[in-house]
């Protein structure tokens, strides 16, 4: 721990004169300088918290799940910070400033999934789980394979989401500082790496914690100040926007971002299953003791996140209102520093270069500490699903698995970087949308049969899930967006951005039918566990494991012999 610590010390102080050299040899034009002020004090005061969790990170329990010893209150505090990310910010801000009420979908659709996590999923997935999702799928399966799909579903919604973060985060920085969008990006890469290398969750949840209550004062600050403008009068405020508007009349109605209505039922779709499906957000039910504070750290969420969307609506609209035509803010009919600053703009008209050095501070910590889970998510698929899971059978040498957890935190910091350059001008809520989709199609399908239905084998979870993945993943690449934008093709292959309502099924049916045709003794012996799994994630223990092992010994001999072999 002391050479960790030493580690960490050498590379923040290598990190700062960095930041400053580039700043110094990249930035351009006028300088705020109360915003970059503000944004070093945060800097500096997140590195803290990690050198402080450096200190306290001592095992695989610590650095996965913080030691499991969390509050509900304070787990659904950090929830909140992890899910209140760039695309909530800015990207649904600048949604609703360039789409109107199309943007709204994303605010509904972020926000909907979480009764599904809270009635359905909170206390059983608490008790079947240790640190991953796949130790839940895993529980009543052959542990091999569906550790291998968890890992490649997993990488594939972390690399999504690890886009728009860093799009959010290079674009932030290339407006406060001036700095080439490359440079940006790569401080935001390098910063990331450092926060999950030595902190781990322990240091992530607490800058989640510290981010959330200060991003949502920072959004009821710019809410009220531009409903005091608006006289209270939401109908002013949507008034003022058609006037201010180029698009006019037209963001009231929807259409404007969603023509085909197929691929905006199929976003909402994908918004309000892939909640429940996302590995970083999911781990989180691991970090406190019991099911009883998971479901308090989902209510707690729940009631966080819906305020949160709710000043989406307004800020989204005052954008449009005080931001669009702004001489200081446009430049010709485009935005400075894209449609993705709208809501920072906005908090320079609210209030000035104090409140704008605030809320770019603010928000450069969500981008951050929400950079940091999604690579502890991704590092712990490598680590503890392939190699502890996989490679070693359930007995790792806890310092190889961390070790390896580290090298992979390395590897996606430079991934997401290349990742970030590529997807320069993408809206970040959009591209946000698409890795939901992946978790509505390859993870919630599986965790929700595994937790309810009796007959779900693991040929079918294999099939299903890859089917599922699949599926999600071709769709999106073939999609106008990727292929066409992206890729530069002119235009996609499929018509819809949107797989879910498409891919969900394929999964569920996959997996149903697959699951269904399984006469084997492995798939009756994995039926009969389903009991014991129920009892399980009830009241929790380790006991019932251990029941489960007595059984199968008992009445399926050929399930344990074909296992152990």
């Known amino acids: 721990m002391k050479r960790l610590n030493k580690h960490f010390t050498a590379a923040s102080i290598l990190l700062l004169p960095f930041m400053t050299s580039a700043f110094a040899q990249h930035a351009q034009g006028e300088k705020n300088w109360t915003a970059i002020i503000m944004f070093f004090v945060f800097v500096i005061a997140t590195l803290y918290i990690t050198f402080w969790a450096a200190n306290k990170t001592k095992s695989a329990s610590d650095f996965y799940t913080a030691g499991g010893g969390l509050s509900g209150f304070q787990n659904g505090l950090?929830?909140?910070?992890?899910?209140?990310?760039?695309?909530?910010?800015?990207?649904?801000?600048?949604?609703?400033?360039?789409?109107?009420?199309?943007?709204?979908?994303?605010?509904?659709?972020f926000f909907i999934g979480w009764p599904v996590i809270l009635f359905l999923m909170a206390e059983r997935f608490r008790n079947l789980g240790r640190f991953t999702f796949a130790d839940v799928t895993a529980y009543r399966l052959k542990q091999i394979p569906i550790r291998i799909l968890a890992a490649f579903s997993t990488m594939a919604i972390v690399l999504l989401y690890l886009i728009a973060q860093m799009v959010g985060a290079g674009k932030l920085i290339e407006l406060l500082f001036g700095l080439n969008y490359g440079i940006a990006v790569m401080i935001v890469g390098v910063l990331m790496v450092m926060y999950v290398l030595f902190g781990g969750?322990?240091?992530?949840?607490?800058?989640?914690?510290?981010?959330?209550?200060?991003?949502?004062?920072?959004?009821?600050?710019?809410?009220?100040?531009?409903?005091?403008?608006?006289?209270?009068?939401?109908?002013?405020?949507?008034?003022?926007?058609?006037?201010?508007?180029?698009?006019?009349?037209?963001?009231?109605?929807?259409?404007?971002?969603?023509?085909?209505?197929?691929?905006?039922?199929?976003?909402g779709v994908g918004l309000m299953f892939g909640t429940a499906g996302l590995p970083h957000i999911l781990m989180r039910f691991f970090t406190v003791k019991d099911a009883k504070e998971a479901r308090k750290s989902v209510l707690y969420a729940t009631t966080f996140i819906g305020y949160f969307y709710l000043l989406m609506f307004i800020i989204g609209f005052g954008a449009i209102v005080y931001v669009m035509g702004v001489p200081e803010y446009m430049s010709g009919n485009a935005l400075i520093g894209g449609n993705n600053m709208a809501a920072i703009h906005l908090a320079h008209a609210v209030g000035g270069n104090l409140f704008l050095g605030f809320m770019s501070a603010v928000t450069f910590a969500t981008l951050v500490a929400v950079v940091a889970g999604l690579t502890l998510s991704g590092a712990s698929a490598i680590s503890h699903d392939i190699y502890a899971n996989v490679i070693m059978k359930g007995k790792p040498v806890m310092k190889t698995e961390l070790k390896i957890s580290r090298y992979t935190t390395i590897a996606l910091g430079i991934i997401a970087i290349l990742l970030g350059i590529m997807f320069e001008n993408q809206n970040v809520a959009f591209v946000v949308g698409l890795a939901f989709s992946i978790g509505a199609s390859a993870n919630f399908p599986l965790l929700f049969l595994s937790m309810y239905w009796k007959k779900l084998s693991t040929r079918g979870a294999v099939a299903g899930g890859a089917a599922g993945l699949a599926s999600a993943v071709?769709?999106?690449?073939?999609?106008?967006?990727?292929?066409?934008?992206?890729?530069?093709?002119?235009?996609?292959?499929?018509?819809?951005?949107?797989?879910?309502?498409?891919?969900?099924?394929?999964?569920?049916?996959?997996?149903?039918?697959?699951?269904l045709m399984d006469n084997s003794a492995e798939a009756k012996a994995e039926q009969a566990v389903f009991s014991a799994q129920y009892v399980r994630s009830q009241v929790g223990g380790e006991g019932i494991a251990e029941a489960i092992q007595q059984y199968r010994q008992v009445n399926h001999p050929e399930f344990m012999e074909k296992k152990n072999s």
Do not use: C, R
């Open 78 to 109: 950090a929830i909140a910070g992890d899910y209140l990310s760039s695309a909530s910010f800015l990207g649904i801000s600048a949604m609703v400033f360039t789409s109107g009420y199309d943007g709204l979908i994303y605010s509904f659709g």
């Open 474 to 515: 071709i769709m999106i690449v073939l999609g106008p967006e990727v292929w066409g934008n992206v890729l530069g093709n002119g235009e996609g292959i499929l018509p819809y951005n949107n797989p879910a309502l498409f891919s969900i099924p394929i999964a569920f049916i996959v997996t149903m039918v697959v699951s």
């Open 201 to 267: 969750m322990l240091a992530t949840t607490w800058v989640q914690m510290i981010k959330a209550v200060l991003i949502l004062f920072g959004a009821t600050l710019m809410s009220v100040v531009v409903l005091v403008w608006s006289g209270f009068d939401l109908g002013t405020l949507f008034a003022n926007a058609v006037e201010k508007s180029p698009k006019g009349l037209a963001i009231m109605k929807p259409g404007l971002q969603f023509p085909n209505p197929i691929d905006a039922i199929s976003l």
